[in-house]
């Protein structure tokens, strides 16, 4: 789930978001602007994101989980050894 179209359904601005969240402007501006890629947000922002806008961690990152291949799995489950 993309955070700008969120944002957008939920009809919530970054600021918005910024001040419920406590998460500085500048980040969710740079993850909306795709400068900054949510899989690379601590665990922490997504947290304090995902409770934000009532939902779960998970949908920030499903769309990233169903773009990882089994081999891709397999090779990291085994530690790097395809």
């Known amino acids: ?3 700008l179209d969120l944002l957008e359904k939920k009809n919530i ?3 918005r978001l910024s ?3 406590n ?3 500048t980040t969710i501006s740079d993850i ?4 900054t890629s949510i899989e690379k947000c601590s665990a922490s922002t ?3 994101l995902a409770k934000s806008l009532s939902v779960t961690v998970e949908d920030f ?3 990233q989980i169903d773009n990882v291949s089994l081999k891709d799995y397999t ?4 530690g790097g050894k395809a």
Do not use: G, I, R
């Open 23 to 25: 998460v500085p402007q």
């Open 13 to 15: 601005s970054q600021y």
């Open 46 to 48: 997504l947290y304090k």
């Open 19 to 21: 001040k419920m969240s």
């Open 61 to 63: 990152l499903v769309k």
């Open 1 to 3: 789930m993309e955070l």
């Open 75 to 78: 090779t990291y489950k085994v």
């Open 32 to 35: 909306c602007s795709n400068k």
